[in-house]
């Protein structure tokens, strides 16, 4: 693309790419989440163990980033997964010091027997599409993830936005006002001293 696509005029949330991935994700897994109801492991689970049943060992930290969930979170999630028999802590192979998370045979099983409610969900979401519309959208969504992961290898700067320099001794009120020179100052109320 020649020219930025986005201009401080015309991001708003319904044509930001960043909003609409992130409200779709959010629906997705609230849907998700309900399907699985009758269950027993949750959607959130089951994106573990998917995640292992194609990755066999990884380290919480691999799991935690890629789910975005906090370490915290993440290691309620994996601690039921182990009481269930679903998955197992191992001694990382390539360094002793290291703990991986790795899936079991019933792990196996439970994925493998929950995943035609996750393969229904999806034929659901792409009812409308064509199939080449469906592999145009799939090809696009790989390109991006492709383009975040090489951004996030960089020194992304933001750019420079002209702001009124907040003054140091300034507290809190103070500091918001110097920020938004645009909002109106309160009127003294009878009584204000």
């Not at 079991?104 to 409308?128: C, I, K, S, W, Y």
Request: charged fraction near 25%; glycine fraction near 4%; hydrophobic fraction near 40%.
């Amino acid at each position: 693309m020649t020219e930025p696509y986005y201009s401080e005029e015309s991001l708003e949330p319904m044509n930001s790419i960043g909003f609409l991935i992130k409200r779709c994700g959010v629906l997705m897994s609230q849907l998700a989440e309900r399907m699985f109801e009758s269950q027993q492991i949750s959607f959130t689970q089951w994106l573990v163990l998917i995640r292992l049943r194609f990755h066999e060992h990884m380290s919480a930290t691999q799991i935690s980033e890629e789910m975005g969930h906090d370490m915290g979170a993440l290691t309620r999630v994996v601690d039921a997964l182990e009481r269930a028999g679903f998955v197992r802590r191992e001694r990382s192979r390539r360094d002793r010091r290291a703990v991986e998370i790795a899936i079991t045979e019933a792990g196996r099983r439970q994925v493998d027997g929950t995943m035609p409610f996750v393969v229904h969900l999806l034929n659901e979401l792409v009812v409308p599409y064509s199939k080449k519309e469906v592999d145009c959208f799939i090809h696009m969504l790989q390109c991006l993830l492709n383009r975040l992961h090489e951004l996030s290898e960089t020194d992304l700067v933001p750019p420079p936005v002209a702001l009124e320099p907040r003054p140091a001794a300034a507290g809190r009120k103070t500091a918001a006002r110097a920020t938004a020179p645009n909002k109106p100052a309160r009127k003294a109320k009878r009584g204000d001293t």
